[in-house]
């Protein structure tokens, strides 16, 4: 053990203090900086829900349809792989400039993705901007530390609220820019930029805390040993090449190309030793051992992982759907109706902040959450190349209101399950795995969607085309055109008319639906998993208390004063306490 780690260790041990603190509960700056945090997240729902959503938009204009998904997936890898270490250092630095500064790359990145001139370019311009949720765990930690424990399932609840508001934010703006007008993406992405300067302006001054014990105590030299860099190596290679070889799947190479083996293999290798080396050799590191005392973090870390992995179902290819089946429907319209999602989320905020304030638990409302995830996925895995609209504004219910359930409960079950003195590394843990489940389910969603559509494609508009006269030879152009939605391209092939078109579109429509179809039983199969890791969970009772783990405002009293005091009183004819 080196002498930083000595060190931590002395001072996370009882030792007897001469003075005493008064913690004052600062409303109007709690309430403030709540608003400040909730900024952040505002900002990053902006910028992953435009990832998803507006890609396509961005490759009609720039061109790089097949890199498409590549935004999301940039963001998600980013994330994962820039949490970790950016919590743990916040332990020993200082929340504050960690919250600041990479919010501020979301603004660079924001420029760059709205002057995009390739996919290539927007790209690095995800990449950066996706630093920016990194500083993701801090706005959980800092939103629950400075409250008394009791309340933190309305911190939680302001950031899902946070998340709902970006959410609508992104799909009702960023729709009506993008309507009929693909290159409204740059409008879009210019007032990204605007509202993350903004939210960086707040996050530096309205987010001022105490000095931490570690910030003071420890020399630059000691906090930079007390850093898992094995790990954080280990984690961010083995994540980072483990999906990119799923991203490659089907896009374009098979399983038996070097392009997806070589990356995949290697990655799960440095995963393998990560694993052994964070459970053998350091058991203060990444995956600090202290963390898995109680069987609750380590299943919220299962279950946020397939809410991460759900997310993504719903943010590509919900709207995806709608638009494939509801032939000639407004991308705009497509937009309104996933923004429903949202608006439950934003009610469900409220609801469940408040469940679990009332009642003091955690696994029903985690369970309810897998159980919303299960219909929603169910109902659009039985959609068919007939299912009417209105459906989809049913459908989209369920996932809302899964979503509002499971991410208050499941941060706030891991920060009572844990050390208050780990809750950065807690809750960056948790948004760590949340993007690898995004990450992971980008790349599964792709293959499977991939797999399902190429392998019907063909056959099915053959079937349906060839007997009204069309040759083999043109299918494959006939499928181009109106996938491009060219339709007066494709009249011009020889023997394609207005009848085989209709034939066509349907048939393309039919091979679409059995893609989805992949992508939500997968989905279902997860959220079951999800379902029963929830049933497990202990109610975390007496956990709900009046403590709070970082105040913003901490009075000294000196020992000497409180003796002075109490012995007036005394003499008055009455005694009081100092409560610390």
């Given at each position: 053990?080196?002498k ?14 001469l003075?005493e ?14 608003l400040?945090?909730?900024?952040q997240y505002?900002c990053q729902?902006?910028?992953?829900v435009?990832?998803?959503v507006?890609?396509?938009s961005i490759?009609a204009?720039?061109?790089?349809e097949?890199?498409?998904s590549?935004p ?5 890898i ?6 970790p ?5 916040a ?11 990479p919010?501020?790359l979301g603004f660079?990145?924001s ?5 995009a001139?390739s ?7 995800f990449?950066l901007?996706g630093?920016s949720?990194g ?5 959980h930690?800092v ?12 911190a939680q ?9 970006g959410s ?18 740059r409008t ?5 930029a605007g509202i993350?300067?903004l939210?960086t302006?707040?996050l530096?001054?309205?987010y001022?805390?105490?000095p931490?014990e570690?910030q003071?105590t420890?020399?630059?030299?000691e906090?930079?040993?007390c850093l898992?860099?094995v ?9 980072v090449l483990?999906?990119?070889?799923l ?18 293999l290697?990655?799960?290798v ?9 459970w ?5 590191g990444l995956?600090?051992?202290g963390?898995?005392?109680n069987?609750?973090?380590p299943?919220a ?7 991460g ?8 290819y919900?709207?995806?759907s709608?638009?494939i ?5 407004s991308?705009f ?6 923004s ?11 609801l469940?902040?408040g469940?679990?304030?009332r009642?003091?638990t955690v696994r029903?409302t985690?369970m309810?959450s897998?159980?919303g995830f299960?219909i ?10 007939k299912?009417p ?7 989209i219910?369920?996932y809302?209101?899964?979503?509002g359930c499971g991410?208050?409960t ?7 399950s844990?050390p208050?003195e ?6 960056g843990?948790?948004?760590s795995?949340r993007?690898?489940?995004g990450?992971?389910?980008v790349?599964?969603?792709?293959a499977?969607f991939n797999?399902?559509?190429t392998?019907?494609l063909?056959?099915k508009?053959a ?17 181009a055109?109106l996938?491009?939605?060219a ?5 011009k ?14 048939a ?12 939500f ?8 998993l999800g379902?029963g ?7 975390p ?5 009046a403590k ?10 000196k020992a ?15 005694a009081?306490?100092?409560e610390g």
């Amino acid at each position: 053990m080196d002498k930083s780690e000595e060190k931590i260790e002395q001072l996370a041990s009882p030792t007897e203090s001469l003075d005493e603190e008064v913690v004052i509960w600062n409303h109007k700056k709690e309430f403030a900086l709540l608003l400040a945090l909730c900024s952040q997240y505002f900002c990053q729902m902006l910028f992953i829900v435009g990832a998803g959503v507006y890609a396509r938009s961005i490759a009609a204009v720039v061109g790089g349809e097949s890199l498409s998904s590549w935004p999301a997936t940039a963001i998600n890898i980013l994330t994962a792989a820039t949490i970790p270490p950016i919590a743990r250092a916040a332990d020993l630095w200082g929340r504050k400039w960690f919250l600041a500064v990479p919010t501020s790359l979301g603004f660079i990145g924001s420029i760059i993705v709205a002057r995009a001139s390739s996919m290539q370019m927007a790209i690095a311009g995800f990449v950066l901007g996706g630093a920016s949720f990194g500083a993701q765990p801090l706005v959980h930690a800092v939103a629950s530390e400075t409250m008394p424990r009791k309340y933190r399932s309305f911190a939680q609840g302001a950031c899902n609220s946070a998340i709902a508001l970006g959410s609508l934010f992104s799909l009702l703006v960023g729709g009506a820019l993008t309507n009929n007008n693909p290159a409204g993406f740059r409008t879009y992405w210019y007032i990204c930029a605007g509202i993350y300067v903004l939210s960086t302006v707040m996050l530096a001054t309205l987010y001022n805390p105490p000095p931490r014990e570690l910030q003071l105590t420890l020399t630059f030299k000691e906090k930079v040993r007390c850093l898992d860099w094995v790990g954080f190596f280990l984690y961010i290679a083995g994540l980072v090449l483990f999906c990119l070889g799923l991203s490659y799947s089907q896009n374009p190479f098979g399983w038996t190309n070097a392009h997806i083996l070589a990356p995949f293999l290697i990655g799960v290798v440095f995963i393998l030793i990560l694993i052994g080396y964070e459970w053998k050799v350091k058991k203060d590191g990444l995956f600090h051992h202290g963390l898995f005392q109680n069987r609750n973090f380590p299943l919220a870390l299962v279950a946020v992982f397939i809410e991460g992995y759900i997310f993504m179902s719903a943010n590509i290819y919900f709207p995806y759907s709608m638009e494939i089946v509801n032939t000639g429907i407004s991308t705009f319209r497509v937009l309104v109706c996933y923004s429903i999602a949202f608006i439950c989320l934003l009610l469900m905020s409220f609801l469940i902040g408040g469940y679990i304030y009332r009642t003091k638990t955690v696994r029903a409302t985690a369970m309810a959450s897998n159980i919303g995830f299960i219909i929603y996925a169910s109902l659009m895995a039985s959609v068919t190349a007939k299912t009417p609209e209105s459906h989809f504004w049913g459908y989209i219910t369920f996932y809302g209101s899964g979503l509002g359930c499971g991410v208050i409960t499941l941060y706030t079950t891991a920060q009572l399950s844990t050390p208050p003195e780990l809750i950065a590394v807690t809750s960056g843990l948790m948004g760590s795995i949340r993007s690898t489940g995004g990450s992971v389910a980008v790349a599964i969603y792709g293959a499977l969607f991939n797999q399902g559509l190429t392998s019907n494609l063909f056959p099915k508009v053959a079937s349906a085309v060839v007997p009204l006269g069309v040759s083999e030879d043109n299918i494959g152009a006939l499928i181009a055109d109106l996938s491009a939605g060219a339709v007066e391209a494709a009249l011009k092939l020889p023997g394609v008319t207005i009848e085989v078109v209709e034939a066509a579109g349907e048939a393309l429509k039919s091979a679409y639906v059995i893609g989805f179809r992949d992508v939500f039983i997968c989905a279902v199969a997860f959220a079951t998993l999800g379902l029963g890791a929830s049933a497990f969970l202990i109610n975390p009772r007496k956990e709900f208390n009046a403590k709070i783990d970082a105040p913003l405002d901490v009075l000294e009293v000196k020992a000497e004063d409180v003796e002075r005091d109490m012995a007036v009183e005394i003499k008055g004819g009455k005694a009081t306490t100092i409560e610390g």
